[in-house]
């Protein structure tokens, strides 16, 4: 653990860096986890949700408009 | 010490400008100091709309106050400037057409080589364009979405499809004003007839229709393009790439791929591999074929492929004055007349490749869509055997840096949510918490006018300093990855204490490559998502962000910073503005369009100054949100979360 500055002056201790080093090979290939056409209508409904679904939470549907 | 030092803080520039210089070539920095600029255009007080002109204005003289026709400076540099959006829309609309076109006949199978690549995209402009999933096989899918998509261009009434996915305040601002476009050929046709002789003489009115062009641009032709690449090509995700002119190789044929649209230089990447072009690259002495991009075609196939940037749009004629590349193989859009002039001094062959543009001097192979691939390879085969031609006057300037690339909207979003929950409440919670300053999206050109790259760069080395995420496309993003502040190393090194803490958690660089100039749809996307994720206000003009187009040049950087002031940001440009001969049209702009879009324009050609300009933007934005300082936490009990009201 070392100990490091908050971006607020506050001190705190944190892990080392935890990434291997060197550099990618290959592209972060997410976009192939979902493989059902099922899978991927769900995925766009949470991942997309503020288009595709209605279980969300953010500003346009506050019961208080700002 | 390079002669050239004030044109351009990147070495590699500066190293090829002085082999120019010896090899007698003449490149953009030296017309630049040829041509001056003519006061009267460059302020937009001269109208040649019509033959009792042109009408130079002079506001001093009272005689010469008016055009011939009776126009007012202040119609004559409204006309002006909506010309301007008209042509940047109708440029970045074309490409949308044309990746349409190419979209049906792919889902024909009438376009072998081209097909659905990102199903998971597909579905997702299903759910946009009210395309019927179901069981449907996918080429069925797409030949709807593609009919509908291309629908857009010439629709007459209505809405385009894209409007309902702003946030819903925008929407309602646009109604209000009647700015909604209705179809994205209508509204370039409309400006064009607005600003002919004698039609529209009320410059806000202009403006207004300028305004709905851009929106036709925005939320329309550039946004289609987008999302129909991405179903082809992929959606980008992050990749490693490689910038500046280094990445040429001595020992192999060098192409380099120079425009704008995906769609050739997709198949030059694939038929830059085909086995047998690589085994007559060898017989005629290369090691391979290697293929790097200039301009925001070097963007998308870096995007998605990775392969390496060349450089950006001030580096086009300097690739060719390396003397290693074969063939410089354009398509359409920011594409030099002087490319064949360069390439004369070499063994360069320029090619073009679009019925759009053709370049006197060069060699023009038909890029035909319907048999993509055999016409990527006779562009290869014509790049391969030039290779003997090449002479010994070659100099690859030895400068090429890492860059990180990819981050469309999307990834954004899963990569600050992964696949359980993609989501945008982590970057709000840190703009929330003062981490995250804000966010400033910075794009555009570059322009001999002012220092190659230092505005790009400068101003994002000081919006990141200062805690700001800063979201780029086109060629400042190559300015910045060749400065290395787009890996996620440049956090640490460059960013501010709080948003180096963001990017060190989430594993991104400062300064986010979200791809090509019609890829700016992608922000607008990214800021949507922010506003609807919720606790940063309801509409874009909300959010603690600004934009900037540092170095512009092109009449679609225009099209572009005017859709995003009416989608409610606050936009900079640097280098020039081309209304500055009318008070009352930049009033309008500069001032009034807060009261009227609630997003504004600026302009000043200092980066600091503009990046103080913008910081003073995102610090007002977060006082009005009441994030400005920081608030105690109070625990909730049960208790008190039953007064709450909201949800």
Redesign the interface.
């Known amino acids: 653990m070392e100990e490091k500055e908050l971006f607020n002056g506050q001190k705190v201790k944190v892990l080392g860096a935890t990434f291997e080093p060197g550099k990618p090979l290959e592209p972060l290939r997410w976009r192939h986890k979902e493989q059902t056409r099922e899978e991927m209508l769900k995925f766009l409904e949470s991942s997309q949700r503020y288009w595709y679904s209605n279980e969300w939470y953010g500003s346009e549907r506050r019961k208080n408009p700002a | 010490m390079s002669s050239h030092e004030s044109r351009s803080v990147d070495p590699a520039t500066l190293e090829m400008l002085e082999k120019a210089a010896s090899d007698g070539v003449k490149t953009a920095f030296e017309r630049a100091d040829d041509v001056r600029p003519c006061n009267f255009g460059s302020e937009g007080r001269c109208c040649r709309n019509c033959s009792m002109g042109p009408c130079r204005i002079s506001s001093k003289k009272e005689a010469e106050a008016r055009g011939v026709c009776g126009a007012t400076v202040d119609t004559i540099a409204a006309r002006n400037f909506a010309r301007m959006v008209a042509a940047g829309a109708a440029a970045h609309s074309d490409h949308g057409r044309a990746v349409a076109e190419t979209f049906i006949a792919a889902a024909k199978g009438e376009a072998p080589g081209y097909g659905i690549k ?3 995209k597909l ?2 402009v299903a ?2 364009f009210g395309v019927e ?1 179901g ?1 449907r096989p996918v080429e069925d899918i797409a030949l709807e979405i593609g009919e509908k998509a291309l629908e857009q261009f010439g629709q007459q009434e209505g809405e385009l499809v894209y409007v309902k ?1 702003a ?2 305040n925008r929407q309602k601002i646009w109604r209000e004003l009647g700015v909604v476009p209705r179809g994205i050929d209508r509204e370039v046709v409309e400006s064009m007839h607005r600003t002919h002789m004698g039609v529209d003489q009320d410059y806000e009115n202009i403006l207004l229709q300028a305004t709905r062009t851009a929106l036709a641009d925005g939320w329309g032709g550039s946004m289609i393009a987008t999302d129909l690449q991405d179903i082809m090509f ?2 980008p ?4 790439g490689r910038v500046n002119l280094g990445v040429l190789k001595e020992d192999q044929v060098n192409i380099i791929i120079h425009g704008h649209e995906p769609l050739l230089s997709e198949m030059i990447v694939y038929a830059a591999q085909d086995p047998e072009m690589v085994a007559l690259a060898q017989s005629k002495g290369a090691k391979g074929i290697n293929v790097a991009g200039i301009c925001c075609t070097a963007n998308e196939i870096l995007m998605r492929h ?1 392969v390496p940037l060349a450089g950006n749009f001030l580096q086009q004629e300097l690739a060719i004055v390396t003397g290693a590349v074969e063939a410089m193989v354009v398509d359409v859009q920011c594409i030099m007349q002087s490319l064949p002039d360069v390439a004369q001094c070499y063994h360069t062959k320029i090619i073009t490749t679009s019925p759009k543009a053709k370049i006197p001097g060069a060699t023009h192979i038909q890029f035909d869509e319907h048999d993509a691939l055999s016409s990527a390879k006779q562009i290869v085969k014509a790049a391969v055997e030039n290779f003997p031609n090449r002479g010994a006057n070659v100099k690859i300037p030895k400068y090429e840096v ?1 860059l990180v690339a ?1 981050f469309s909207h ?2 954004i ?2 990569l600050l ?1 992964g ?5 945008y409440r982590p970057l709000n919670d840190n703009i929330i918490n ?2 995250i300053r804000g966010i400033a999206g910075v794009v555009g050109c570059n322009n001999p006018r002012v220092k190659h790259d230092e505005i790009h760069t400068t101003l994002v080395k000081e919006l990141i300093k200062n ?1 700001v995420i800063v979201l780029q496309t086109g060629c400042s993003a190559m300015a910045c990855a060749k400065e290395g502040l787009l890996t996620p190393e440049a956090a640490s090194k460059f960013a ?3 948003l ?2 963001v990017c060190e958690t989430v ?1 991104i660089p400062p300064v986010l490559h979200m791809g090509s100039c019609v890829d700016n749809s992608r922000i607008l996307m990214a800021a ?2 922010v ?8 509409d874009i003009s ?1 959010l603690p962000a600004a934009g900037a187009a540092p170095e512009w040049m092109s009449e679609k950087a225009v099209s572009i910073g005017q859709y995003f002031v009416a989608s409610g940001v606050f936009t900079v440009f640097g280098a020039t503005w081309p209304t500055t001969g009318s008070e009352k049209v930049t009033d309008l702009l500069f001032k009034g369009y807060e009261d009227i879009f609630k997003g504004k324009w600026a302009f000043e050609p200092d980066p600091y100054k503009m990046a103080k300009l913008m910081l003073d933007h995102i610090d007002k934005k977060r006082k009005a949100l009441g994030i400005d300082k ?1 608030r105690e936490r109070v625990l909730y009990d049960m208790a008190m979360r039953r007064e709450l ?3």
């Open positions: 990102d199903v998971q579905l997702q759910l946009d999933i069981d996915k946030p819903l992929g959606t995700v992050p990749i490693l990775g890492d990819g999307e990834t979003d899963y949510g696949t359980f929950r993609a989501s003062g981490r805690d501010g204490g709080g180096a803490e594993g949507t998502a506003v609807k994720e919720g606790g940063l206000g309801d909300d920081a009201d909201a949800v």
